[in-house]
């Protein structure tokens, strides 16, 4: 059976109501921002755990709740990790946490939903909304169900409190305010 049937097999009509993990070691949380107005930097958070509860027989009640430790953060680079992890920006010791609960769930067909909910990073909440897409459903080598979702929005880290920043002489800033946000989880049932 291929991965769009097995998709469309499993997005059919059902009843009921089932609980899937987030799988830390398949799961990536990653972030993208501009550095000095010319290039990317991307980071990632190591330490991520949440549950997606789905309703089969009525998509809308579905839920997901997700914990980052924001502790965890990597770039890639020791320096640039201490002055995130820092006051200056997530402040990881007063706030060791990011957090996001679904409040509700928009289904844009079968595969794809818009997931709205409340994110919270730096003590600050705001109302976020995830372009999700359901991506694959099968069974990992110890029998148990497993199902692929990616997601995707961009944040203002300034609506977050994150407002730390250098200008630049040649114009434009060291930081760029918006921060573009990529899923891609397993979850076991």
């Known amino acids: 059976m291929t991965a769009e049937q097995q998709m469309g097999a499993a ?7 089932s609980t899937w993990t987030l799988d830390p070691a398949h799961t990536l949380v990653e972030f993208a921002g501009r550095h000095m107005m010319v290039t990317t930097v991307k980071g990632r958070f190591k330490g991520v ?5 789905i309703d089969e027989a009525d998509p809308d009640r ?8 924001a502790a965890s953060l990597d770039t890639g680079n020791e320096q640039r990790d201490a002055h995130l992890k820092s006051p200056d920006f997530l402040e990881v010791e007063k706030y060791p946490t990011i957090t996001f609960k679904s409040t509700r769930v928009e289904p844009q ?5 818009r997931v709205v909910g409340e994110l919270t990073v730096h003590g600050v909440t705001r109302e ?8 694959g459903f099968g069974r990992n080598p110890w029998g148990k169900e ?10 203002n880290r300034k609506d977050f409190g994150l407002t730390w920043n250098v200008a630049l002489e040649t ?3 060291l930081v760029s305010d918006t921060l573009k946000v990529e899923i891609h989880a397993e979850a076991t049932k």
């Open 11 to 17: 997005a059919a009509p059902q009843t009921g109501t």
């Open 49 to 53: 755990r949440g549950t997606i509860t």
């Open 62 to 69: 579905s839920t997901v709740e997700a914990e980052l430790d």
């Open 109 to 113: 067909g079968n595969e794809r939903a």
């Open 128 to 135: 976020v909304t995830l372009d999700t897409e359901l991506t």
């Open 146 to 155: 497993v199902a692929g979702f990616e997601a995707r929005t961009t944040l």
């Open 171 to 173: 114009g434009g800033v």
